[in-house]
């Protein structure tokens, strides 16, 4: 018994005889005779039996009927999904905060439009959690910073980001980095360029969204690395920014996936950014 065998059958009943549901399915008579004799071979037992002109459900066929109507329906339910173009995809991404933020609000707003029954999901985190995720097979693809230095993934440039200083307006503490957790990508880029310029930051206080970096900054608690287009709609009259040079203004945000992903969600997903 297989879901052919089940629509053919629930279509003979639904339109009463073979004839018309042969009409309804576009396929010939015997094609629907065939599925039925196979579908009573494969459970052993009589579906109709024939009075006159007319095919009337045996008992064992009147259960089979009540019974596979729920599954026939979840059965093409899974269909649509699985078809995205139709209906109800989930697409599970994870995003840096500054990416989710400023990048892919008008490329997930226009996938949306397009697909309107798509369910999205957004996780935001550092490069190094968003990335174990995406190993995890616990999201379907990561928008990251940084090297691409995990072999085992494809990586394709999304975006560009420049990386600023930013530093209070008066006094602060000078050698304390304000930043995301261990594994943020920008917090390397950070600590590289005080390395670089032999002022190496001391110590670190660890926060947790932008806004509250910026906020932080301005009140003296240290400086700190953020991407000048989030900087744009934070509050950040409280600090003064500074170019951060070459090679550390300058990075690029990846669009990571899993090897061999050719979902149509996630196509869908590479042409809303990538165009």
Not at 58 to 84: C, K, N, Q, W, Y
Not at 129 to 143: I, N, Q, S
Request: glycine residues 8%; hydrophobic residues 45%.
């Amino acid at each position: 018994m297989d879901m052919t065998d089940l629509q053919t059958f629930r279509a003979v009943v639904a339109h009463g005889g073979v004839s018309a549901a042969a009409r309804q399915l576009h396929r010939v008579q015997s094609s629907i005779s065939a599925r039925l004799a196979g579908l009573e071979r494969s459970l052993g037992c009589r579906l109709f039996e024939r009075q006159g002109k007319r095919l009337v459900l045996t008992p064992e066929g009147r259960h089979l009927h009540e019974r596979s109507a729920g599954l026939v329906d979840e059965i093409e339910r899974l269909r649509h999904e699985l078809a995205f173009s139709s209906a109800g995809a989930v697409l599970r991404i994870g995003a840096m905060e500054s990416t989710a933020a400023v990048r892919l609000v008008p490329p997930l707003a226009a996938l949306r439009r397009e697909h309107p029954q798509c369910r999205l999901t957004l996780r935001t985190g550092t490069t190094g959690a968003l990335l174990d995720l995406l190993e995890r097979c616990e999201v379907d693809a990561v928008f990251v910073a940084g090297p691409a230095d995990r072999p085992g993934l494809d990586w394709q440039a999304a975006f560009v980001e420049e990386l600023v200083m930013i530093a209070p307006r008066q006094g602060g503490a000078a050698d304390t980095l304000v930043t995301f957790s261990s594994g943020c990508a920008y917090r390397e880029v950070a600590l590289a360029w005080s390395q670089a310029r032999a002022a190496p930051l001391a110590q670190t206080v660890e926060i947790g969204s932008y806004h509250a970096l910026v906020a932080s900054v301005a009140a003296g608690m240290g400086c700190g690395v953020v991407p000048r287009s989030v900087l744009q709609r934070c509050d950040a009259s409280g600090v003064r920014v500074r170019r951060l040079g070459r090679p550390h203004d300058r990075q690029t945000t990846w669009l990571v996936t899993r090897p061999r992903s050719a979902s149509q969600a996630l196509q869908a997903l590479r042409r809303a950014v990538l165009g």
